[in-house]
């Protein structure tokens, strides 16, 4: 029922910054739980955020915390994950997802089941 396409990604220094975006289209009334997760060839997909759509609480990652931001706006049907302080161990293809299941906030990826295509973000040192 919904389509995620997530952009933003791309090449940066150790250091820097970079936002990605997720928009979503199809039927969707903006009321779905959302996070981002990332992913490593020859690893698991991994939980990297999440947003409430109720409250607009966020949790992330102890491996991104205080470095990783995420939002949304309601009116563009957008979530954005803002990365700062980038390090080499954040390259990854980026997924952002709708959850479906459980309480706002799940790291499970079966919580989610709706997907963006992932984008890709290298952090060079």
């Known amino acids: 029922q919904v389509q995620l396409d997530a952009s933003g990604g791309g090449l940066v220094q150790a250091g820097g910054s970079l936002r990605l975006s997720c928009a979503a289209s199809?039927?969707?009334?903006?009321?779905?739980?959302m996070g981002w997760f990332r992913q490593v060839p020859g690893k698991e997909r991994e939980f990297v955020a999440a947003?409430?759509?109720?409250?607009?609480?966020?949790k992330s990652a102890d491996s991104v915390k205080g470095r990783f931001t995420m939002s949304r706006d309601n009116v563009k049907d957008t979530v954005y994950l803002q990365m700062n302080s980038l390090k080499p161990e954040d390259t990854a293809v980026y997924y952002c997802?709708?959850?479906?299941?459980?309480?706002?906030?799940?790291?499970?990826?079966?919580?989610?089941?709706?997907w963006g295509q992932g984008t890709q973000v290298t952090v060079s040192s």
């Open positions: 947003r409430s759509w109720k409250s607009g609480s966020t």
């Open positions: 199809g039927r969707t009334f903006s009321n779905y739980n």
């Open positions: 997802a709708a959850q479906v299941s459980g309480a706002w906030g799940a790291v499970e990826k079966t919580r989610y089941a709706y």
